[in-house]
Structures are given as C-alpha cells and as structure tokens.
C-alpha cells in the first residue's frame, strides 16, 4: 500500500524534516513511513470505536484487572494501559519515537502532571520501551512547564502541546523540553472566524507564529525541537518544509504522497542566525501577562485544553461500559 513516488512532496519534504505521523490509525502509519507518531485522547477515542482496536481496549482492561482498583481508580488506569499499549503497537512500526499525552484535566496541577508522566513512563518500562522512545505529551499551561522542566532533568522527553505564543514557546525552551507543538490549523481557524478571510501560504497566520518560533529557537541556540502541527492543508505544511518535525495527519500524508510538484526548503537555522530579534525573558508574571494579551492564544488553550478533557471523559464512558 506504499503509494509514495520517488519525487512527490512527501519524500522531499522528508529530506529536510522528520515526519510524525498524527494518528493513532495503524495502516496509514505502515503506508507513510513516517520517523515517529503522535497521539492524543481525541485520536484514541476515535481509534476504540472501530472494531478492529476493539482487542487493545481489551487487552487494557485485562492489563488492569490484577491491580484491585474499583472504580473511578480502576477506570482512569484502563486508560493509561490503553495508551501505553497503543504507544507500544505504533513504536513496533515507526523506528523513531510515540507522544502519549498526560490527562489534559491536569494541565493546571504540576505535581499531578509530574506523577502521571512518571506513571506512564513506568507502564512502558514495564514493557521493555525505554523512555528514549516516550515523549510525553503535556499541555504548553505554566504548570505543565513548570512539570516538564522537573521530568526533563529525569531524563523524561516531553512533547509541549497546545501551543499558540511566543510566550509559551520560549518558557517550553528555557525549561530544556525537548519538543514543542505549535499548532497551525487551529491559529488560523481563530483568525479565519474572526475575519471571515481566507488565508493561504505564507500570509497564514498559523504558519507565521511557527515561522517566528522556529527563528527564536535557532538564532538563540535553544535545543527544543520545532515539531509544527494541526495542519488545515498542504500549503501550510509546505510552508513550513525545513521545519525540525511536522506532525501530519493521514488525509494530508496522502495529498503529500500524490503530488509530485517541486517543494524548496523554506526554513533553516542558517537564515534564522542573521535575523533582527531581541532575546525575551520570560518568568512566570511576564509568561501570564504576555498570554493575556494574546485574545488567541488565551482563546486557543482553554478551548484545546477543554476539548482533550472532554474526549478523556467520552474514553472513559466507553471503558466504563466496557466492564
């Protein structure tokens, strides 16, 4: 089912950017060839109403049985087993690394978003994956930065998600995570709704927020990936070719496998070096300040926040039928 050309967007775009594939749908992972996967709650929620990972709920709910948890205990960790055995199906496929996410209902708790990490970490531990493969998922809150800079120093990766600033970006790089997700689809659609206008290629304002963050980063030396996700289409993604990671949907993989147009590198660290910005310091008043002045991204990370919370809970219904 390879339908890659030699020359199509897809396996250029691969020859400057790792491809992450955005899923938690097997077949389209072996079909793209991606370097690694993410998930999240809303990709697993959908993946466990088809029959065919029906067996993996099952597997999860077996996993939990010896524990002698009851409950609401017993349900939340089905679904840390769940996500951990879906992480270990994708790493048997992607060679590189899998995201799974931390309970977005803890982005504004650092100490529970430290133990859940450190959970998560142990269950693959428990099944032979060292956490050089894990990257853990954690919303780009204060209090999820705050946690990631605790677990980085554990020698646990994060993946920085739901971001949509400046301001959040640079606290996600001044912690030393190891990832961050700008997402691109859902700032433009913020600015689509407010202007009623369409925006294509480079005057996208989600891919400028990426363009701005990816500069930052590499005039400035940080080490955290840029990993530019949520994608609406493939003008976005194209933007951004020469990005560290994009994480792609399979709809979006697909176009990239059957176009076969010339695609040029429109980002890197050498152009980065020579560009006009200020460096900014940024501790937890300036973070605040700067995120409440920024209407979208405000907007953005409650929404995106609100929206995990809400598949964690449809997961944990269907789990609670389930038993």
Not at 226 to 236: I, W
Not at 239 to 265: F, H, N, V, W, Y
Request: a negative charge; proline letters at 2%; aromatic letters at 8%.
């Amino acid at each position: 089912m390879d339908t890659q050309t030699a020359s199509s967007q897809l396996e250029q775009l691969k020859q400057f950017t790792k491809v992450v594939a955005d899923t938690g749908d097997f077949e389209s992972m072996k079909a793209y060839k991606p370097q690694d996967a993410t998930t999240n709650p809303s990709l697993i929620f959908k993946a466990v109403q088809m029959d065919e990972y029906k067996p993996l709920l099952e597997q999860a709910i077996a996993e939990t049985a010896e524990l002698g948890l009851e409950g609401d205990a017993r349900i939340k960790a089905i679904v840390d087993h769940l996500l951990v055995i879906f992480g270990c199906k994708i790493l048997e496929i992607v060679p590189g690394r899998v995201s799974t996410e931390v309970d977005a209902r803890l982005s504004f708790d650092t100490e529970a978003t430290i133990a859940k990490a450190r959970e998560i970490i142990a269950l693959y531990d428990k099944k032979g994956i060292s956490k050089d493969r894990i990257l853990i998922k954690i919303a780009s809150t204060w209090e999820g930065i705050k946690a990631a800079e605790v677990i980085t120093k554990e020698g646990i990766h994060c993946n920085m998600t739901l971001l949509f600033s400046m301001c959040q970006a640079i606290a996600c790089a001044e912690a030393d995570a190891q990832l961050i997700s700008p997402f691109v689809g859902r700032i433009m659609d913020y600015y689509k709704a407010k202007t009623g206008k369409d925006y294509t290629g480079a005057e996208d304002p989600g891919v400028q927020s990426v363009q701005a963050i990816y500069t930052y980063y590499k005039k400035f030396g940080y080490k955290t990936e840029v990993m530019g996700a949520s994608f609406r289409n493939t003008g976005e993604i194209t933007e951004l070719a020469g990005c560290d990671l994009l994480t792609i949907s399979p709809d979006l993989l697909k176009q990239l496998a059957e176009t076969e147009a010339p695609l040029e590198r429109k980002l890197s660290a050498e152009a980065a070096a020579s560009a006009d910005i200020e460096k900014i310091s940024v501790d937890e008043k300036t973070f605040r300040w700067m995120l409440n002045q920024d209407a979208m991204a405000t907007d953005k990370l409650s929404d995106g926040i609100n929206r995990f919370a809400a598949d964690i809970d449809k997961l944990e219904e269907i789990i609670a039928e389930s038993l």
